[in-house]
């Protein structure tokens, strides 16, 4: 049953991308690219990994996609695709995927038969968080606030002039 | 007697799957679940249809007069005329909206409703959908909204609807910043993201009566009261109706949404509306704990729609008495006053916590929290800034 479902979300998931990749309307792309994403947390609850399904949901759909969604607003609503392909593009497309595919298959790692462990929880998750990665946590942190900080001074109005 | 009362929905799905006992596993798993479904389904959506009346019934009261009072007794069947009326209306489409977006966004918005209901204990081993990170799970959900929003805004390709799904997803993501870490002291002091987990946490009762509901601590109010609050918003209901404010943008992003449609919307809004007061009372309010010791006979699930039904009376009260705010005004609340206290609750759960959870750490909960307001309230107050009005254009 596992893999008739692992086929079916795949063909969905592929499908969707591929569509965000060729569809000539950029809100189009943008919802088939939502659907990517929620299929791709599928494949995460398929795989036992509930928390980082939904953290895919929460943080892919629920900003990430809505982000994507505004610029397209913002900025002008009749961009079409001209419809020619462009090489460059293409070209470095087949480049990053070729590189990704060598790596992948050089990968000691499947060869290996995967190790039975415990189901991982959302409390183990978060022990592991707290005490081994908390350095690395905490920088992410930092940095992200630093983000959210330059973000405000950009918009900022000034004052002054107006 | 009482306990089988209160287990008598469960016995009632054990014995319709014992019809299947024969049947292969798959089956019998895919069945519980159709019978949860269908259940939740018939209850929310008797639901729905019972406030939509009753509210009606409610703001009528409030504002001096009878309300809906011609079809059956008291009223009591309008849902089924409205039901009928919007099931016969012409569905009109624009010839220039996007037809497959305009189309997909109520479906949307509704399932994703009706998903985040999943997860809510109703009752003892009464959840329909219980997973470990069911409180993130109702989140993850609920985030995919703004996209529907933003789909029928975009779909329709109307003015008045872009205008007001813009304003329904700034307000919706100010306020599920809010609403998100206002849970988070609930969940660090249970120390699970389980809603089944946390109704069992509040479990117990001091000399008898007082119950260990979060909002018994200064804490759990004061985000009870800011979770209560960003529902408000969340659920786009008054004093936060902006996105449809009739009088400025026709109804927002239902604006060309007509029949059967429209009133999609509508269930998927009180639907919503349902799903975050339902967390509210399984984070806050004990779930479906009875209130008092000598109670508990009463079973489980009437507690926890007694509860609900105050809160959602609350909804209806709210809307018959406050006019509705400016989108400015909604902004500054959220990021200038909910979020400090939102953060100022996490911290005074944590000085709960390690103040021995007793009279001790209760009292020093809220002396973080009256410090923190009291700070805030002079920092916000505008009383003063409110000098000499400039004309900018109008000169």
Not at chain 2, 129 to 140: H, M, P, S, V
Not at chain 2, 154 to 173: C, D, H, P, T, V
Request: with cysteine; proline share 4%.
């Amino acid at each position: 049953m596992n893999s008739a479902a692992f086929v079916v979300i795949a063909i969905l998931t592929l499908a969707a991308a591929l569509a965000a990749a060729s569809l000539p309307k950029l809100i189009h792309a943008a919802l088939n690219f939502a659907v990517a994403f929620i299929g791709v947390a599928a494949f995460f609850f398929l795989l036992g990994a509930e928390f980082v399904g939904l953290v895919q949901v929460f943080v892919y759909v629920g900003a990430v996609a809505v982000l994507i969604v505004f610029t397209i607003l913002l900025t002008r609503r009749d961009v079409q695709d001209t419809g020619k392909l462009s090489w460059g593009g293409a070209i470095i497309a087949i480049a990053v995927f070729g590189g990704l595919l060598w790596a992948i298959r050089k990968t000691p790692a499947l060869s290996i038969a995967a190790p039975q462990i415990e189901a991982l929880t959302v409390k183990r998750i978060g022990g592991v968080l707290m005490t081994d990665y908390v350095w690395p946590l905490q920088c992410v942190g930092l940095l992200l606030t630093a983000a959210l900080i330059g973000a405000l001074i950009l918009v900022m109005e000034d004052r002054e002039e107006g | 007697m009482s306990d089988s009362l209160d287990q008598i929905f469960i016995r009632a799905k054990q014995w319709l799957l014992s019809w299947l006992s024969n049947a292969p596993d798959w089956l019998i798993q895919i069945a519980s679940s159709l019978i949860n479904i269908a259940a939740l389904l018939g209850v929310f959506l008797t639901l729905f249809a019972l406030i939509s009346v009753l509210e009606r019934k409610i703001l009528g009261r409030m504002q001096n007069r009878y309300g809906p009072n011609r079809v059956g007794p008291f009223g009591l069947f309008q849902p089924v005329a409205d039901g009928i009326k919007m099931l016969i209306k012409e569905d009109i489409v624009p010839a220039r909206a996007d037809k497959v977006v305009h189309f997909l966004a109520p479906i949307l918005i509704a399932a994703t409703a009706i998903l985040a209901l999943g997860i809510i204990p109703y009752g003892r081993n009464m959840t329909p959908f219980a997973i470990d990170g069911g409180i993130l799970f109702f989140f993850a959900v609920g985030s995919t909204t703004e996209l529907a929003v933003f789909m029928a805004g975009w779909g329709s390709n109307n003015k008045f609807s872009m205008l007001g799904a813009m304003r329904a997803i700034a307000q919706m993501i100010s306020y599920e910043l809010p609403l998100i870490i206002t849970t988070f002291p609930v969940v660090m002091v249970v120390g699970a993201l389980s809603p089944d987990a946390i109704v069992a946490a509040q479990n117990g009762y001091s000399f008898g009566v007082v119950p260990h509901w979060f909002v018994t601590t200064p804490w759990g109010a004061a985000a009870f009261i800011l979770f209560f609050v960003s529902g408000l918003v969340e659920s786009n209901r008054t004093p936060f109706d902006v996105p449809e404010g009739e009088s400025e943008i026709v109804a927002g992003h239902m604006t060309e949404y007509s029949g059967f449609k429209y009133a999609t919307f509508f269930m998927a809004e009180y639907i919503g509306m349902f799903a975050i007061s339902g967390l509210a009372v399984t984070l806050f309010l004990g779930g479906w704990h009875a209130p008092i010791h000598g109670l508990e006979f009463i079973p489980s699930y009437v507690w926890f729609f007694g509860k609900l039904s105050i809160l959602l009376f609350i909804y209806i009260w709210v809307r018959g008495t406050l006019p509705r705010t400016r989108i400015d005004q909604i902004m500054n609340f959220a990021w200038k006053f909910m979020l400090p206290m939102a953060f100022t609750c996490i911290i005074a759960a944590a000085v709960w916590h390690y103040a021995g959870r007793g009279v001790a750490g209760w009292l020093w909960s809220l002396a973080v929290l009256t410090l923190v307001y009291v700070i805030l309230s002079i920092l916000l107050d505008t009383r003063k800034k409110f000098a000499t009005r400039t004309y900018r254009f109008a000169e």
